[in-house]
């Protein structure tokens, strides 16, 4: 059976089981890395650059996030960025535990 937890801080981590944590982090890992490599990428473009693509400078945070303990061990990273044309681009990331 698969639990939901939303994380809107870092005191939601807490509503986690105690032996769920290391799975929870195992996944959260990737997860974080994926945010940061986008905002990479975002920051080597100019913000000409990013106001030509209708992107705020700050398009990519990561303010809250569901995580699902399935048991898949697979980690799916949503990532929705707003521009000012109030269209919004999804940049999907999965992988298998191990990539």
Same mark, same amino acid.
């Given at each position: 059976?698969?639990?939901?937890?939303?994380?809107?801080?870092? &005191?939601?981590?807490?509503? +986690? !089981?105690?032996?769920?944590?290391?799975?929870?982090?195992?996944?959260? +890992? !990737?997860?974080?890395? &994926?945010?940061?490599? *986008?905002?990479? $990428?975002?920051?080597?473009?100019?913000?000409?650059?990013? *106001?030509?693509?209708?992107? !705020?400078?700050?398009? $990519?945070?990561?303010?809250?996030? =569901?995580?699902?303990?399935?048991?898949?061990? &697979?980690?799916?990273?949503?990532?929705?960025?707003?521009?000012?044309?109030?269209? =919004?681009? =999804? +940049? =999907?990331?999965?992988?298998?535990?191990?990539?």
């Amino acid at each position: 059976m698969e639990s939901k937890y939303e994380l809107k801080t870092l &005191d939601d981590i807490l509503s +986690i !089981p105690s032996d769920r944590l290391d799975v929870f982090f195992a996944e959260f +890992i !990737p997860h974080v890395k &994926d945010f940061r490599a *986008a905002k990479d $990428v975002l920051d080597l473009l100019s913000f000409e650059n990013l *106001a030509e693509m209708g992107l !705020p400078a700050d398009a $990519v945070s990561l303010k809250s996030m =569901t995580w699902v303990d399935d048991g898949k061990k &697979d980690v799916t990273t949503n990532m929705t960025l707003n521009n000012s044309e109030n269209t =919004t681009s =999804t +940049i =999907t990331v999965k992988r298998q535990q191990g990539e």
